[in-house]
């Protein structure tokens, strides 16, 4: 079956890089996605990757490489408020199910 | 604010009972997604409805059902509850049917707890 698998924990420091990644075990998706959930709070959007490559939106970035089952969200200069979980999504395309990582909870030390 | 809405926030009823949530999608959005979020389970994908027909189906319980009306709202119905279907339930939307997920946004959650 489809899983994905993240990082349970990661920690940074505010002002540094720091990446989350995601790989895969899947025959088949239309793309991989990420989202982000502070706690209490609902998941929000952050990106999507169709293709390989890198994506980028501000602060942001994500990266995709099919042949390697691998994806990564790569979060630069750092802020208090990143501190959250981060989620990678894929929906597999041959029944359209939606599978999330487990998350990955993101420890920001001043 | 996503413009999903969720009601109600939370909920607290016995084993063995029946609730109702309920999601309003986004303006204009015709996908309407319902996930569980449990501790120990992440994220779990239930089910997704697009224009009142049933997309696409997860892991969800033959106790649990759901349904899309012809204004676009969706319920989500679960029934013989357990101690275990105590989670956070979310609803999402989106504009496209299949693909992704991209871009979907959620509902604020309504938080099931079953004594």
């Known amino acids: 079956g489809q899983s994905l698998e993240q990082p349970s924990e990661v920690t940074a420091v505010e002002g540094a890089i720091v990446q989350i990644n995601c790989t895969y075990q899947?025959?088949?998706?239309?793309?991989l996605s990420w989202y982000q959930q502070h706690d209490g709070g609902a998941p929000t959007f952050l990106s999507y990757?169709?293709?390989?490559g890198l994506e980028e939106t501000g602060r942001f970035s994500s990266f995709l490489s099919r042949s390697d089952s691998y994806g990564y969200l790569l979060l630069q200069e750092l802020q208090m408020k990143d501190s959250a979980s981060y989620f990678c999504a894929v929906r597999d395309d041959r029944d359209d199910k939606i599978i999330f990582g487990k998350g990955t909870r993101l420890h920001i030390l001043p | 604010d996503s413009g999903v809405t969720q009601t109600p926030k939370h909920l607290i009823t016995a084993t063995g009972q029946r609730v109702t949530l309920r999601c309003s999608p986004r303006?204009?959005?015709?996908?309407v997604y319902w996930y569980q979020q449990s501790l120990d389970q992440g994220l779990q994908f239930l089910i997704q409805y697009y224009n009142g027909e049933e997309r696409a189906k997860g892991n969800i319980l033959e106790r649990f059902s759901a349904q899309q009306f012809p204004d676009l709202h969706s319920e989500l119905n679960l029934s013989s509850l357990e101690l275990g279907d105590s989670a956070l339930y979310f609803c999402a939307s989106s504009p496209e049917v299949a693909g992704g997920p991209n871009e979907q946004y959620f509902g604020p959650g309504t938080r099931l707890t079953v004594t």
């Open positions: 899947t025959s088949g998706f239309y793309g």
């Open positions: 303006s204009g959005d015709l996908s």
């Open positions: 990757n169709a293709l390989d």
